[in-house]
């Protein structure tokens, strides 16, 4: 026990604290508070200030101490940003392999030091560019891959030994991963040097992000055959990014994000002990994915929270013993949500505000929205602003001179304290109902975010929130940034492309190694083997989807509002 | 006398797009407005659109789309309703879309486009002026 204040200072304290607040009640009896209610985005009452009275229970080995050390609050790495900074990892993809190929150098080349790919809306829901269901789709909203061709044109002259790659799929994402282990290969990169993420968090999906293929309880046992198959042969990837990212786009609050995101760790960390594995041989693989929106504080308790959390789950619930186990390692993105399509350019400021509470937060990489993402995939100039702005917070701010500097902070160490027991509760809840699965199944998360968006967004017209240059400070200046064009041809040379490969590959070879995944699929056999055969043969995403759905039938949305 | 029936609106996803959030917004909004709400949820092709507006016998359809595919996906709804014969129902958009878009989605037949930063009362007061129950 280490009580950060002796017991008998609180005395003193109330006494002044009570004075000072008969002073302030008299000063604004005279002219009242600016509003009758402070609060954060989430709609969090936050106090005129915060003493050490809100932590006066707090200890300090216990809930702070030092970071890299359990319980975590205060960073993962004993070094933190004094070692080595985070990882600047910017989302891009568009178009075909090529041009996106053409992006990830620019960016290589401008200092980000890990890569990270955007696929289109057909690939991240299984289907190939000729498919009728990706009509209009192709290449829109990220790159289309469609086969290994792809992948090895994606990563072509790319230094894939040396950094990491993150790749946001989800339903596909065992067969999207079979692709650039075998692309590596290819290039003579075994696959226990390769190091990077797959999202493959489908729990989310049916909670937020919502691109799905197969139903909850298939999907989760696809992704525990990739823990698997990646604890014994990829030790160096990141298996699942358990995401609160997309569950916050979604609309909901901060603690929501948190509790959610957590309860999908627990599940996934539940199916891999009950596949027999020890959960210290894959826990230290697992990493998270986090929103940093636009309360500073909030957004900086919530991440400290999270650590805080998972250390004690982990070690507490789970048993874990490995340290590794313990620690919460996140990426953050800054809050696309947040960004107006009115007066773009202010986006620039909101995203170097949240990339600031990241780097507070302690994240182990980031990526910074463009302005004008909430126009269009960003072009390549205000991709390089948005990347700036994290090597301004990183080399000229100051701010990553020190390890935590709000820890200790009364009202960053009441957030943190206050998220945490919240999302507890949340987390009991789900518990109750049997799970995150269960809970999905009642629509018990979708129905919360639901009404925490709609809750939001009544705020906002109501103007109790203000958003700048929406309902405040408003202009009629029209909009005159640059807008990405996505060449309408694309869609026609993929799918020729993709023909080509169908006419050239060996095709009673794919037929035979789609027959192997659907056995694996319908047995118990991992079904990653099999993938990477039948990808290496230029089986196509959808070929191999087709499998999954065949055999696992498929989810539809159930409409929640 | 028989009491006026309630306006009827799809609110409805098209394509293979997720984002959601928007359009349960929209229908909620609609719904707290007094009119009939049916949302199709997701990844619903434009002949699903076409073919569950004109069974629920809507008044308008609200279609919303965050991923770029609206320049292929609105008009082909409208193509579909044409060649059903149901071209009465009127055709809404909400979502990401650059000018030059909305011009050509109006003048494909697009009734009105809602971007972002339309307030919901904005958006109701529109339907409360222009859509009479058939």
């Given at each position: 026990m280490s009580l950060i204040f002796n017991r008998k200072i609180f005395e003193d304290i109330e006494k002044e604290h009570g004075a000072w607040q008969e002073k302030l009640d008299r000063v604004f009896e005279a002219n009242p508070e600016r509003l009758k209610r402070f609060s954060t985005v989430s709609d969090r009452e936050i106090k005129r200030i915060y003493t050490p009275e809100d932590i006066r229970d707090q200890d300090f080995s216990d809930d702070i101490g030092f970071p890299g050390e359990y319980p975590f609050t205060r960073g993962a790495q004993p070094s933190m940003y004094r070692g080595r900074l985070w990882t600047m990892r910017m989302f891009a993809g568009l178009g075909s392999a090529y041009d996106t190929n053409r992006r990830f150098h620019l960016l290589v080349n401008q200092g980000q030091t890990g890569l990270s790919t955007a696929f289109d809306m057909p690939t991240l829901m299984g289907y190939d560019s000729d498919s009728p269901k990706a009509r209009g789709e192709c290449g829109r909203c990220g790159v289309a891959i469609d086969t290994l061709k792809d992948m090895e044109d994606l990563f072509e002259g790319l230094p894939i030994d040396r950094i990491t790659t993150s790749m946001t799929i989800n339903p596909p994402a065992a067969v999207i991963w079979a692709m650039y282990i075998v692309m590596a290969e290819k290039r003579g990169i075994k696959r226990d040097i390769i190091g990077g993420t797959i999202q493959n968090d489908m729990l989310k999906e049916f909670i937020a992000q919502k691109t799905f293929m197969c139903p909850p309880d298939s999907s989760v046992r696809i992704i525990t055959d990739t823990v698997e198959y990646g604890t014994l042969e990829v030790p160096r990837w990141n298996t699942i990014s358990i995401s609160g990212y997309h569950i916050r786009e979604a609309g909901s609050t901060a603690v929501q994000e948190l509790a959610f995101t957590l309860a999908d760790g627990i599940a996934y960390t539940q199916h891999a002990i009950e596949r027999g594995l020890d959960v210290d041989a894959f826990a230290p693989r697992f990493s998270f994915f986090f929103n940093s929106h636009l309360d500073f504080f909030e957004e900086i308790a919530k991440f400290r929270a999270a650590r805080r959390m998972w250390a004690r789950i982990m070690k507490e619930r789970f048993r874990a013993k490995d340290p590794r186990s313990w620690w919460l390692r996140f990426h953050t993105q800054t809050a696309g949500c947040s960004l107006t399509a009115q007066q773009p350019y202010n986006n620039v400021v909101r995203t170097a505000l949240q990339a600031l509470a990241a780097v507070l937060g302690g994240t182990q990489s980031l990526h910074t929205n463009s302005l004008d993402e909430v126009l269009a995939l960003p072009t390549e100039e205000a991709a390089t602003i948005a990347l700036r702005t994290q090597q301004i917070i990183a080399?000229?701010?100051?701010?990553?001179?020190?390890?935590?500097?709000?820890?200790?902070s009364y009202c960053v160490e009441a957030l943190t304290n206050q998220l945490e027991e919240e999302a507890f509760e949340i987390i009991r809840k789900i518990d109750d109902m049997g799970g995150m699965l269960a809970a999905i199944e009642k629509n018990y998360p979708q129905q919360e975010i639901a009404d925490s968006a709609y809750h939001y967004q009544r705020l906002v017209d109501e103007k109790q929130k203000t958003v700048v240059g929406l309902n405040k400070y408003v202009t009629d200046e029209k909009l005159k940034v640059d807008i990405l064009e996505i060449d309408e041809e694309l869609e026609r040379l993929q799918i020729e492309k993709t023909g080509r490969i169908r006419n050239e590959r060996d095709n009673s070879m794919v037929e035979q190694c789609l027959e192997k995944v659907a056995e694996a699929c319908s047995g118990s056999r991992n079904v990653m083997g099999p993938l990477i055969e039948a990808v290496r043969a230029y089986a196509t995403l959808q070929e191999i989807c087709d499998v999954f759905r065949n055999v696992f039938g498929e989810y539809r949305d159930p409409g929640i509002y | 006398m028989a009491q006026k029936r309630k306006v009827r609106i799809m609110v409805a996803k098209p394509g293979l797009d997720g984002h959601d959030r928007g359009a349960r917004i929209i229908a909620r909004a609609y719904r707290d407005a007094g009119f009939e709400v049916i949302y199709t949820g997701l990844h619903q092709t434009p002949e699903e659109i076409v073919e569950a507006a004109i069974q629920e016998d809507v008044d308008m359809i609200g279609l919303s789309s965050l991923a770029g595919a609206h320049k292929y996906l609105f008009p082909r709804v409208l193509e579909i309703l044409r060649e059903k014969g149901a071209e009465d129902i009127v055709v809404c958009g909400g979502g990401i879309f650059p000018e030059e878009d909305i011009a050509a989605l109006k003048k494909a037949g697009i009734k009105e486009i809602f971007t972002p930063g339309s307030s919901l009362d904005e958006i109701v007061k529109w339907v409360e002026d222009n859509i009479k129950p058939r």
């Open positions: 080399e000229e701010s100051g701010v990553t001179n020190t390890i935590d500097p709000l820890g200790g | -």
